[in-house]
């Protein structure tokens, strides 16, 4: 990484700091993102992702580092970086009071496009993005999916290089996260460089070349999808007593379960495939154990931090992330 | 250096233009598209207009100008002070729907792209003084209806008139951009302000300075509104004006830098 100019990168970061008041949000981060890739920065909510992101897309000053976008120093140009990226908020950035298809006209008369070829990008842009039939329709109607990605569309508009997704997909249903997956990498196969966050490592399984993980402003871990699910525990079926006797003989038949005297559960590792869950059921018939309750649980972005950083420690991380 | 200079200046500056030309397409279809706001803001001016001439007209036309005076000449002193009021309801809507814009995503797209920045204000601005004209217009129609009549101004009096509508419109403006700026949401907007329409209610809009209580006649007297309704009525009527239009040009243009100064200053802040 010490042999690469910022030039060389997409994007490049090196202590990154930002604090609001006396709370210190980012603590002097290191990014290097190669033109061409995704990149994910992973983490929960209030992990400064979003912080990053705006300062990164010209939205916020840092307090201090070395920042380069598209070759051009955020400090010093930043109407250059400007020119070369596309953003798409966490909130959704479109004009409800006017229709989808005027919204994008808006986009196209920004970027100094001429009426023909502003004409062409909406119609083609809408059409590609499933909204045609909605064009002429305020936005105000359109549902959250719909405006997620009349917002990505108007983002497209520019032609930009380097395209940041703050959360593309909190608050869509699975269909619609599946759509905007799509979305994304098709975006990649046309050559752009794709910043996202997301708090999902599911998601940045799915899209990223490269993650890294951000935990109390400082990046945790860095590295491929693959890299990183190493560091986590694997899976494992978890089997759950109601009566301590039968968890007691249970316990000791099975002698490789991690137990959980309090829960008066055990923990078999496992990655959740049909053969290996057959193997562990028929070893618990052999054995003669009943539980009252058994869970398969596979890796998530909980157990990435835990690993990270020892358990504890993870800011605000609602449970209905758990999944 | 300097031949290179000089187109690109002249470049950005078309820039700046097309992309504020841009906003104000994008603020004059707001306007299009939900009429009922404008409507709503000229509804009081209106209003007032009417019950001031029909309803309280008798009454009020005993108070001016001494024995003698009619409806009519009632009529013609308030229709001046109601066009003034008619600026300060209306550019309300622009302190409204900058607010709206600052708590939306979209300004915060507006900011990661390359346009010009100022084109943001430079749009709400400008539709708001379009729309305060049209604004007059209607007032100024309600009130010939009526029997509004100024057949004595000259064509420079007309032009001066209508040169201090445009210089008040523009000052009030940019305080009520400041105003949403300032405020977290359109209503919060709305009440701060509220004085805008309250002001020119203890003006000389409705009744004559020296018809105030004396307690009351300094808050009448020194605002910015009394100088702009005596100006106007002294231009369209031929009543005295005296030093009332240098006072009035002196708050278009300390309003003006003050609210320039003041949204600009609101709007170049890093967002939240």
New interface residues.
Partial sequence: MTTTTPRSLAIAAKGLRKAFGDKLVLDGIDLAVPAGTVFSLLGPNGAGKTTAVKIL?????ADAGELHVGGHDLATAP??V??A?G?T?Q????????TGE?NML?MA????LSRSEGRRTAAELLERFDLAEAAKK?VSTYSGGMKRRLDIA??LV?DPRIIFLDEPTTGLDPRSRHTMWGIIRELVSGGVTVFLTTQYLEEADELADRIAVLSDGKLAAEGSADELKRIVPGGHVRLRFTDPAAYRSAAVALREATSDDEALSLQIPSDGSQRELRAILDWLDSAGVEADELTVHTPDLDDVFFALTGGINVPNQPKENVR | MSTAQIPARRSRLSLAVRDSNTMLRRNLLHVRRYPSMTLNLLLTPIMLLLLFVYVFGGVMSAGIGGGGADRSDYIAYLVPGLLIMTIGSTVIGAAVSVSMDMTEGLIARFRTMAVYRGSVLVGHVVGSVLQVLASLVLVGAVAVAIGFRSTDATVLEWLAAFGLISLFTLALTWIAVGMGMASPNPEAASNMATPLILLPLISSAFVPIDAIPGWFQPIAEYQPFTPAIETLRGLLLGTEIGDNWWIALVWCVGLTALGYRWSTSLFNRDPK
């Avoid at chain 1, 897309?57 to 000053?61: G, K, R, V, W």
């Avoid at chain 1, 909130?91 to 006017?98: E, P, R, T």
């Avoid at chain 1, 008369?109 to 100094?112: A, E, I, R």
Wanted: glycine share 10%; proline share 3%; net charge negative.
């Fill in positions: 897309s010209t939205l916020i000053t109407q250059a400007r020119a990226i953003v908020g909130f959704s950035a479109v004009d409800g009071l006017i005027e808006l008369d920004l970027h100094h305020p108007m983002t520019g």
